[in-house]
C-alpha cells in the first residue's frame, strides 16, 4: 500500500511540473510580441493601395517601405501592391480588418459609415490647402477621429493629402453653380458630397475608383471630381472634355495599420515600424503638392481637356451656393471639429 501512494504521489508531483511549464509556456506565447523578446523580428508585410504608382500615396509607400527595410537590415520585407492589384477599394477595409495586409491608406470620405467626422475633407472649401489640413489632422482633435477606428481593428497612424478636388464632365464647361444642373457626377461616398451635388441640382452615383474610367467613358456617369494627379495618373482627360480648378473639397487619406498585428510587435521591431511610418507620411505630404502641380501641368500640355479657371467672383458663387451644407451636417459632425478645422487656416 506505501508503494501505491509513493508511486501516486510520484505521477501527482510530475503532472504538477507539466502543468506548471505549460502555463509558463503558455505565458510566454501570449506576451509574444509585447516588447519582451529582444531583436528584430523576421517579418514580411503588405501594403496594399488602389491608386497608380505616379502618385503622392504610392511615393509615401515606397518611402515607408525604404525606411523600414534598410532600419531592419533586411529582416522585414514589405510588398507595397498598387491599382488594386490585392483588393478594390471596396474590399481593402475588410481585408486590412483580416490582416490580409497590414497597412494602407483609405480616403476619408469612405469611412463616413463608420465615423460622420470622416465627413470633414469632404465640407466645402473648409480648408485653405494642404498645410492647414496637415495641421488639423495632426491635432489632437484630428487624431482622435484617425483613432475612431480601433473599436473595428485598426490604428490610424496619420493622415496622408491626396488634395484638393476639381471637377470634370463630359457636357460643357463648369462655370456657375448652374452649369451642374443635371450633371451625374461619381462620388467617393458619404452624405456630405450627396448633399455638395444635391444642392446646386446635380446627380451623384457612389462607385469604386478603379471603376471610374469605364463609367466615364461608358456614361454611366457623366463627371467626377478629384486631385489634379488622380485626374492625370488615371488619364481622365481622355474621357472628360473639361475640368473646372474650383478646390472645392479635398482628398485626404488615413494611413492605418491592422491592430494585432502592431500589438505582435516587440519594442525594438515597433520602434523601427514607426520610423517607417514617420518616412512614408513625410514623404507623401511632400509628394502631394509637388505632384499636384506637376500633374496639371500635364494635362494643360497633353490638351485634351478644356481647362477653366475662376474669378474670385466668380468662385465666391460656388461658396454661397454651398454654404447651405454646413446647416445640414454641423451638428453630425459636430460644431467642435469643424471650429477646429477652421481655426488650422489661422
Given at each position: ?65 525604404e525606411a523600414i527595410e534598410k532600419a531592419s537590415g533586411g529582416k522585414i520585407k514589405v510588398q507595397v501592391y498598387p491599382n488594386g492589384q490585392l483588393f478594390g477599394d471596396k474590399d481593402v477595409f475588410q481585408n486590412i480588418v483580416a490582416n490580409n495586409v497590414q497597412f494602407t491608406q483609405i480616403d476619408m470620405a469612405k469611412l463616413v459609415g463608420d465615423d460622420p467626422r470622416f465627413n470633414i ?123 473646372t480648378i474650383t478646390g472645392e473639397s479635398r482628398v485626404d487619406l488615413g494611413f492605418f495599420a491592422n491592430k494585432e498585428f502592431m500589438d505582435g510587435l516587440n519594442d525594438e521591431t515597433r520602434k523601427i515600424i514607426d520610423e ?71
Open positions: 500500500m506505501r508503494g501505491i501512494k509513493k508511486s501516486l504521489l510520484s505521477v501527482f508531483i510530475i503532472a504538477l511540473f507539466v502543468f506548471l511549464a505549460a502555463c509558463g509556456n503558455n505565458e510566454a506565447a501570449n506576451s509574444s510580441g509585447s516588447g519582451s523578446e529582444a531583436g528584430v523580428q523576421e517579418l514580411t508585410i503588405k501594403l496594399a493601395h488602389e491608386v497608380a504608382e505616379n502618385t503622392s500615396q504610392h511615393e509615401g509607400s515606397l518611402a515607408f517601405k475633407p469632404s465640407l466645402p472649401f473648409l480648408f485653405k490647402g494642404d498645410d492647414e489640413a496637415v495641421k488639423f489632422w495632426d491635432s489632437e482633435m484630428g487624431m482622435e477621429i484617425l483613432s475612431s477606428l480601433e473599436k473595428d481593428g485598426l490604428y490610424g497612424l496619420s493622415m496622408w493629402p491626396n488634395g484638393p478636388k476639381h471637377l470634370t464632365n463630359g457636357t460643357r464647361p463648369i462655370k456657375s453653380p448652374e452649369d451642374l444642373k443635371g450633371i451625374k457626377f461619381r462620388t467617393q461616398g458619404g452624405q456630405v458630397l450627396e448633399e455638395v451635388f444635391s444642392t446646386v441640382g446635380a446627380g451623384s452615383v457612389s462607385m469604386p475608383f478603379t471603376e471610374l474610367y469605364t463609367a466615364l467613358q461608358q456614361g454611366t456617369v457623366d463627371g467626377q471630381t478629384n486631385t489634379f494627379v488622380n485626374i492625370e495618373s488615371k488619364k481622365f482627360d481622355e474621357v472628360q472634355k473639361y475640368l517607417g511610418i514617420k518616412a512614408g507620411t513625410e514623404r507623401a505630404r511632400e509628394a502631394a503638392k509637388e505632384m499636384n502641380a506637376e500633374a496639371l501641368k500635364k494635362l494643360e500640355e497633353r490638351g485634351q481637356i478644356e481647362i477653366t479657371e475662376l474669378s474670385d467672383d466668380e468662385l465666391q458663387a460656388f461658396k454661397d451656393a454651398w454654404a447651405p451644407v454646413y446647416d445640414e451636417f454641423t451638428d453630425v459632425i459636430g460644431e467642435e471639429y469643424i471650429e477646429a478645422a477652421k481655426k488650422a487656416n489661422e
